[in-house]
């Protein structure tokens, strides 16, 4: 995500030196790295603007002050990664994304571990649920978890059927916050992403699933649900539960070509049936594949509102190309050809001649208004399950559900990760394995009704009812409505 920085100026030698070996590691300039992150972040991010306007520009220069002081004592990548991380989480914002791929091998951690000891050492000391073995989907690696401070937890490796992935390695460790969980792996640092325990299932946000083997095991309703993780089908599942209800389950928006294939296999079966659940839980998002979906939900065409982009050098170079490209050369996606008309067309010939000589701050970018055929008659109703590890496109898919009047919205809140968007290239930073994203635009909605901070909250609050019985209870609501 992409933030606008201040006007900080640092001399070449610094980023001459930011990166070299010294006694087999990685070093790095940490102050180095911070500035160009606070540079680029005050040019080119959408939501620093927003910040300024909501007065808290205080905060923010002495949270950077702070930052600065500390990143000047620092060289080693690790340990600059969380400075990093803080200056990015001020604005709490899962779309603005600082992000280190440890390719230094040397910086794995191992803390060996024997099964049977681990198991005997288990019931000597009260464990918190977290604590145990855990297992992945194919039952190709195995876990254990164990608590090594008050708030933090490794993940060491029992077994693993890759050879890369020794014994004893700490593969994931996680920290406990107000939410639950956040990680970071043995190979990648990240910026606070959550991770939920459900029960027996560990849900690492919607990038792996993993299942209780010991002290305790798997419900078979748990079971069913880790199934659909197998071969990275990524929670994908279609069932017909009633005469009158079929569930189709989609953990992450990953990878649309997996959700065209099972909602193109099941089409006949979703249409000829009266209600449809989507269960969304855990999913946080990727692409767009829920627009998949759209025959059955569309009750009337679908107005998505225009994205403001904010213009900077950066963002109007990274932006011009792709503005051109619409309008020349409109994408031959069957299920948006229709949304691509004259007047769209002319609106982004229009914003490619006058972003470059606008002097505003945002441009108001244009949006499609999206199509179907028909308005099929069954599914008659459907439920959308939503929970709080669900962000980004399901969140936006939550919001266009709002103009769909079969739909209702079941659940919890969402993540709240919205209201900025639009990445269109990384930031480099001095350091190469740091991986910054920077947002440039932001949503129909974000000036209005902001949701990064409440997410969005459904209709049909189930915080009160077991997980594992809200479909039921779903299924029981869809026949009173």
């Not at 503005?323 to 069957?334: A, R």
Request: net charge positive; charged share 25%.
């Amino acid at each position: 995500m992409k933030v606008k920085g201040l006007s900080i100026f640092f001399c070449i030698s610094l980023v001459l030196y930011t990166c070299h070996t010294v006694s087999a590691q990685q070093q790095c300039n940490c102050l180095a790295n911070l500035d160009t992150t606070i540079k680029k972040t005050e040019l080119n991010y959408v939501g620093y603007p927003d910040m300024i306007a909501r007065k808290l520009l205080p905060q923010y220069t002495r949270q950077v002050a702070k930052l600065r002081k500390d990143a000047a004592k620092e060289s080693d990548p690790v340990k600059c990664f969380p400075i990093l991380n803080a200056y990015v989480s001020f604005f709490n914002d899962k779309h603005f994304d600082i992000e280190y791929s440890i390719t230094d091998t040397t910086r794995f951690q191992y803390n060996y571990l024997n099964e049977d000891a681990f198991k005997k050492d288990f019931t000597t000391q009260k464990r918190d649920s977290i604590e145990g073995i855990w297992v992945n989907p194919d039952s190709s690696m195995k876990l254990a978890v164990q608590k090594i401070s008050p708030t933090l937890y490794q993940a060491v490796v029992l077994q693993s059927k890759d050879p890369k992935i020794k014994p004893g390695l700490v593969y994931y460790t996680f920290t406990r916050d107000k939410n639950g969980f956040v990680f970071n792996r043995y190979d990648w640092m990240t910026p606070d992403f959550p991770v939920r325990q459900r029960g027996g299932l560990l849900f690492v946000w919607n990038f792996e699933v993993w299942a209780k083997a010991y002290p305790s095991t798997i419900t078979e309703y748990e079971r069913s649900e880790f199934l659909t993780w197998r071969n990275y089908n990524f929670g994908l599942d279609c069932k017909k539960l009633d005469n009158d209800h079929v569930l189709l389950s989609i953990g992450s928006f990953n990878r649309d070509d997996k959700i065209k294939e099972i909602i193109q296999k099941n089409d006949s079966l979703i249409r000829s049936t009266k209600n449809l659940i989507v269960d969304l839980r855990g999913n946080g998002g990727g692409n767009s594949g829920w627009t998949y979906l759209l025959p059955y939900f569309y009750t009337q065409p679908i107005v998505q509102g225009n994205t403001y982009l904010r213009l900077s050098p950066d963002n109007i170079e990274s932006n011009l190309p792709g503005i051109k490209t619409t309008y020349e050369k409109p994408p031959k996606d069957t299920r948006l050809m229709r949304s691509y008309t004259p007047t769209v067309l002319d609106q982004y010939k229009k914003a490619y001649e006058e972003i470059p000589l606008s002097k505003d701050q945002f441009y108001s970018l244009p949006s499609l208004t999206l199509y179907s055929d028909s308005i099929l008659k069954t599914p008659e109703k459907i439920a959308l399950v939503f929970d709080d590890l669900g962000g980004s496109s399901t969140e936006y898919f939550f919001y266009i559900s709002m103009q769909s009047k079969k739909i209702k919205r079941y659940g919890e809140r969402t993540l709240g990760m919205m209201d900025y968007m639009g990445v269109s290239q990384q930031t480099k930073l001095p350091f190469e394995d740091y991986y910054l994203l920077i947002p440039d635009r932001k949503a129909a909605w974000t000036d209005t009704k902001p949701t990064n901070k409440t997410g969005f909250v459904p209709e049909h609050d189930l915080r009160h009812i077991p997980r594992h019985k809200w479909i039921d209870y779903i299924k029981t609501d869809l026949g009173k409505l």
